[in-house]
């Protein structure tokens, strides 16, 4: 890591599909006024890059490629809920958050050189006045000096209904017994994948958002950050 990056405080948060991440640090960045890096949808864009380019999800090396040359734009819209994702001119934000989509980036993640093709690309996100990451290996492989490292974790079964609510709100097809199967699937994948297997970084803050709202595991992040001098 540079010394750039050293010096732009990071707040560094991982965890399962449906541990809540995603909203967290989105609310987290717009409370700090920092910039936001959604890792997995690097990994989802890949994937759906591979398939409108036909390129299958065991060709290494023109996956490689396809992440070296993402043309991805992030667009904050005010008022949304949601960044506005657009890859080559075309808006894909609900096109990458289905559980496919989830399954495709799964297999891409797993592939070493696709992850260091991406690596620089989501390092170069650091930027002042600080940067909140959501991922998998964001506290211990491509921010492993953030400044604050969080893991929120979730029963499977709790996973799974929040992604089931999610899709059905957004008027997509949904079910909860093929989403819970998927979420397993998901997680063994990524705990046990060779490259950067999921896991929480040795100094990470463990938060189990089983039970907790969304608005408690904020303010529990926030005090941390608080803890820390970033706010």
């Known amino acids: 890591m540079s010394r750039r990056e050293q ?30 890096l959604d890792s997995g949808a690097l990994y989802r864009l890949t994937a759906l890059a ?8 065991d060709d290494t090396e023109a996956l490689v490629v396809l992440a070296g040359h993402l043309d991805v734009q992030f667009v904050a819209a ?16 609900l096109a990458i958050r289905t559980e496919e989509m989830g399954n495709d980036a799964s297999v891409v993640a797993a592939q070493g050189p696709v992850r260091e093709a991406l690596l620089s690309r989501q390092r170069d ?23 604050l490292k969080i893991y929120l974790d979730a029963s499977a079964e709790e996973r799974a209904r929040r992604r089931y609510n999610q899709l059905i709100s957004k008027g997509l097809g949904a079910s909860l017994e093929v989403i819970l199967d998927d979420i397993r699937a998901r997680d063994d994948r990524d705990m046990n994948r060779a490259v950067a297997p999921l896991k929480p970084a040795p100094d990470a803050i463990t938060l189990d958002t ?22």
Do not use: N, Y
């Open 7 to 36: 010096q732009i405080p990071v707040v560094a948060v991982d965890g399962p599909s449906g541990s809540g991440k995603g909203t967290i640090c989105r609310l987290l960045a717009q409370k700090l006024g920092w910039h936001l």
């Open 50 to 57: 591979a398939r409108h380019h036909g390129v299958g999800l």
């Open 125 to 147: 996100f650091a930027q002042l006045p600080g940067l909140v990451a959501d991922g998998r290996d964001m506290g211990t492989v491509v921010f492993p000096e953030a400044t």
């Open 210 to 231: 089983t039970k907790m709202t969304i608005d408690e595991v904020l303010l529990a992040v926030l005090d941390e950050a608080r803890h820390r001098g970033l706010r």
């Open 78 to 93: 005010a008022g949304d809920d949601e960044v506005q994702i657009i890859l080559e001119g075309e808006e894909v934000t």
